[in-house]
């Protein structure tokens, strides 16, 4: 997260530019029936240089294929994705795309060879990307890349299966900066930490940018974990974008009833704060993305929904200064 004078600065350079990004997987239905699951329907957004963007939503609602089509892991369906000024399509631009954004992944135990020594998994990239020119060389950056994330360099000879959850994320965190990035897109990394030891790696993610001046897609199922890294928050819901703003505008004015409903449910630590805040508890379960409700995909749950809300889709619109939100009622609801 950016401190005051940082954000004065940096505010108005975009690194990540994404304009109507749709990601639909071709799913099997039946028997030679397939259908078009819309995992990523339209969603815009910027990452500015050096923020940290925390993405949220329940399970399923497409925070990870938002993560990888941006990275062009997906090839989307639809949309742009524009880094630091340029569009990315060519396959040069890839290339060279690769070595600038990255990705630290959710589950450190699935992500890592267990057959591999620490210095062969950290120094993958460098070998893959041809980066060292002598087998010294390498040895010195993975060395490097061991002492900023806080691990012991005499562990380098080491199997990732030797290491707890921490530090393998740890080994996970080396690897995605081996190339020298500029962003990464940070899907889950805590996720499957104890929670004891969450915040010692979210700081870690902190300290991380500050020195390497680093920009950050933090995709995250809990508020609570979001909160203290991000300077401007996104939710998801059904693979679209319902609100976007300040992480303590998010908090403190939630628009959209969803995410209304998301802050209800954070503990808060100030007890007569607590106390006022009554937990929102939605209508049913989230529709499969292969049945999405026509209109707002969000209105067999809102307690706010009409007969319009089936009608056709709210527009993501900007209501105040930087706070977006996409539901027909926001005035009424807010007043
Ligand atoms: N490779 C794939 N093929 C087919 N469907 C997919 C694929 N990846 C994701 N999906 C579907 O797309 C939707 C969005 O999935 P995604 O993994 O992006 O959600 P998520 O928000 O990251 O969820 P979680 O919080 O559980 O990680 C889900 O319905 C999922 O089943
Ligand atoms: S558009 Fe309607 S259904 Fe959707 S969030 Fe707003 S009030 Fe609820
Ligand atoms: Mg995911």
């Known amino acids: 997260m950016r401190n005051e004078t940082e954000m004065t600065d940096m505010e108005r350079t975009p690194l990540v530019e994404v304009r109507h990004l749709k990601k639909y997987f071709q799913i099997n239905v039946g028997a030679f029936k397939t259908a078009a699951l819309k995992a990523v329907d339209d969603v815009s ?30 090839k989307p369906t639809g949309g742009e994705i524009i880094y630091d000024g340029k569009k990315i399509e060519s396959k040069s631009s890839l290339k060279e795309f690769r070595t600038k954004a990255t990705i630290v992944f959710q589950d450190p135990y699935s992500s890592l ?16 990307h041809k980066l060292c020119k002598s087998k010294e060389e390498r040895r010195e950056r993975v060395l490097q890349l061991m002492d900023y994330v806080g691990l012991n360099s005499e562990h380098a000879s080491r199997y990732a299966h030797e290491f707890s959850g921490g530090q393998r994320q740890r080994i996970g965190i080396a690897r995605a900066l081996a190339v020298n990035p500029e962003f990464i897109v940070c899907d889950e990394p805590v996720s499957a930490l104890d929670v004891s030891i969450q915040a010692q790696v979210i700081n870690m993610f902190d300290e991380l940018q500050d020195k ?124």
Not at 61 to 72: A, D, F, P
């Open 212 to 335: 390497l001046g680093l920009t950050y897609l933090f995709i995250a199922h809990d508020l609570l974990v979001v909160r203290h890294i991000s300077d401007r928050i996104a939710v998801m819901y059904l693979g679209k974008m319902v609100e976007l703003a300040e992480a303590a505008e998010i908090y403190d004015r939630p628009l959209h009833p969803y995410t209304k409903s998301l802050i209800s449910a954070v503990p808060l630590p100030d007890p007569e704060k607590a106390r006022a805040n009554k937990r929102i508890i939605l209508n049913g379960d989230i529709p499969s993305p292969l049945k999405a409700p026509s209109g707002c995909p969000f209105r067999t749950r809102c307690h706010y929904a009409t007969e319009a809300c089936a009608e056709s889709m709210p527009e993501f619109r900007e209501v105040s200064k930087g706070h977006f939100a996409a539901c027909h009622r926001l005035e009424e609801i807010n007043s």
């Open 45 to 74: 957004f910027s990452i500015m240089k050096g923020e940290t963007l925390g993405l949220v939503g329940e399970s399923g609602c497409g925070k990870t294929t938002v993560g990888r089509t941006l990275l062009q892991l997906y």
């Open 113 to 128: 060879n267990p057959r591999m020594t620490v210095m062969d998994i950290i120094a993958e990239p460098l070998d893959v």
